[in-house]
């Protein structure tokens, strides 16, 4: 009698687990994201990193080298959330340098909200942040974007990380360097150049007063007359600064 019941238990315990593998192999599988769509500039380098980034983490990208300033008035973004790159998933607007764990909390959480964005280019966030920075990490906000343009912090970085006063006067006084007056010239090649949206991509050499190493990066230009006869290869010399969170040129001229 023990043998059987014994029999019983066995062939019961093992049709059970049969059953329950799946499920379980379901559970413990790695979370399934939907696709997300990016829109960036082919030059752009700390797009590519942020683009790398994500797909360790498991997302699917599609990547679509236009531009992003285009799809980002489409999709309903104001201009002063802008960063480099705008992506889109499942509905929502991701724009910048947006950290993996906020994406994947949105895409749980779903608020009713246009999306998230981490204006300009913050030193330290994912793509802004290789050893090329010299573990520089400048304090930002992840912020909830609603629909009617407004927002609110999703989460912030950095914020007890002390700044020195050089780089606090470098982010507050843009107002008393934008004359260029002061400013020292870095060289760099044109490699992409976009009139129309105000931008110019430049594989730079050392910016010293950004702290920024030689790398590929795309600036704004808020005086677009600049641009007039330059074209694609020219080797300039510029000067640059931190505006409103976007590095911006301030003067650019063919190298002399």
């Not at 700044?163 to 982010?171: D, H, N, Y």
Request: charged fraction near 20%; aromatic fraction near 8%.
């Amino acid at each position: 009698m023990n043998t059987t019941l014994s029999r019983r238990t066995t062939l019961i315990a093992t049709a059970a687990a049969l059953v329950s593998a799946p499920w379980a192999a379901q559970a413990n599988a790695p979370k399934k994201w939907p696709v997300m769509q990016v829109w960036k500039d082919p030059n752009c380098g700390c797009c590519k990193d942020w683009v790398e980034i994500l797909r360790k983490a498991g997302f699917e990208i599609q990547t679509f080298d236009t531009g992003n300033t285009a799809v980002r008035q489409r999709l309903g973004l104001p201009t002063k959330f802008g960063s480099c790159h705008t992506a889109l998933i499942d509905g929502y607007v991701i724009e910048g340098h947006v950290n993996v764990n906020e994406i994947q909390r949105l895409l749980r959480e779903r608020p009713k909200a246009l999306g998230l964005a981490v204006p300009g280019m913050p030193v330290g966030s994912p793509g802004m942040d290789g050893p090329e920075y010299g573990n520089r990490r400048d304090p930002y906000d992840v912020l909830l974007v609603q629909k009617d343009g407004s927002s609110r912090s999703y989460q912030s970085y950095f914020k007890n990380v002390a700044q020195s006063p050089r780089e606090g006067f470098l982010k507050t006084q843009h107002s008393t360097s934008a004359a260029g007056a002061t400013l020292p010239w870095a060289e760099a090649e044109v490699r992409r150049i976009d009139t129309a949206a105000g931008k110019i991509s430049l594989k730079h050499g050392e910016i010293k007063n950004l702290d920024m190493p030689p790398m590929s990066m795309v600036f704004q230009v808020p005086d677009t007359n600049q641009l007039a006869g330059l074209k694609v290869g020219d080797a300039v010399r510029f000067t640059a600064e931190q505006i409103n969170g976007a590095y911006t040129v301030i003067r650019i001229e063919r190298r002399p």
